[in-house]
């Protein structure tokens, strides 16, 4: 199957620093990335879709400014956290899109934490 | 929107017994319905999927049935061992190929 990439795995911050993710599609194009969070004991919940080459559309209640979406490349998108608070600490995690069908290739996630 | 709701929250099973979850969805206009198995701390894995022009499909010890009629889908695990003890998600998407999860269901196989 298609593989997609994260980095950092995890990172510790201090409160209002920024930290860039990157999501990455090793054998594949995709030509849509989504971003989810999802916090203990719950489900994935989706903050933004990305197509390559175009800004980043933002689900209701996410603050576009305070997560920063770029899909520059058809194998690379970053998400950067800007000025993080302790609340949003979570596990981020990419999926890739672009072959055939429906079909979401998932990243290994990014646990975040903020002190 | 497409708003999925999923039951039950938490399943416990024997070892060798079937477990089943259950999902609905909200969108008729939904074609595409994954599921997921996710570990602790570990990426979401798809197990099945359907599309909306089939109504039932099997992997093995695993499948998926889906009610387009009623909109409702089903997972369902025979001959459940431990390492199917996980947290399954399911999902529904339409054209935007954006996904809406279910609120998981943990499942824990007794040995």
């Known amino acids: 199957g298609a593989v997609v990439s994260q980095h950092p795995s995890w990172v510790i911050c201090k409160s209002g620093t920024s930290v860039k993710i990157e999501c990455r599609s090793l054998?594949?194009?995709?030509?849509?990335m989504f971003w989810y969070r999802q916090f203990p004991k719950q489900s994935l919940m989706l903050m933004a879709t990305?197509?390559?080459?175009?800004?980043?559309?933002?689900e209701q209640g996410v603050e576009k400014d305070k997560f920063l979406i770029n899909h520059a490349s058809l194998t690379l998108s970053t998400l950067t956290v800007t000025s993080a608070h302790p609340e949003d600490s979570s596990f981020y995690i990419c999926?890739?899109?672009?072959?055939?069908?429906?079909?979401?290739?998932f990243g290994p996630g990014t646990r975040l934490t903020v002190l | 929107g497409e708003n999925v709701e999923q039951h039950p929250s938490t399943l416990s099973v024997q070892e060798g017994d079937s477990a089943v979850i259950k999902c609905t969805y909200s969108?008729?206009?939904?074609?595409?319905f994954p599921w997921y198995k996710q570990e602790l701390g570990k990426r979401p894995q798809l197990i099945i999927d359907?599309?909306?022009?089939?109504g039932e499909k099997k992997d093995q010890r695993i499948a998926v049935t889906l009610n387009k009629t009623a909109k409702h889908f089903s997972l369902h695990i025979t001959e459940t061992q431990p390492e199917d003890s996980a947290v399954y998600f399911c999902?529904?998407?339409?054209?935007?190929?954006?996904?809406?999860f279910g609120a998981g269901t943990t499942v824990t196989v007794r040995a």
């Open positions: 999926s890739g899109s672009g072959l055939a069908g429906n079909e979401q290739f």
């Open positions: 054998d594949f194009q995709a030509t849509t």
């Open positions: 990305s197509n390559e080459g175009s800004k980043a559309t933002y």
């Open positions: 969108d008729s206009a939904s074609n595409y």
């Open positions: 359907i599309r909306s022009n089939v």
């Open positions: 999902a529904a998407s339409f054209r935007d190929y954006k996904l809406s």
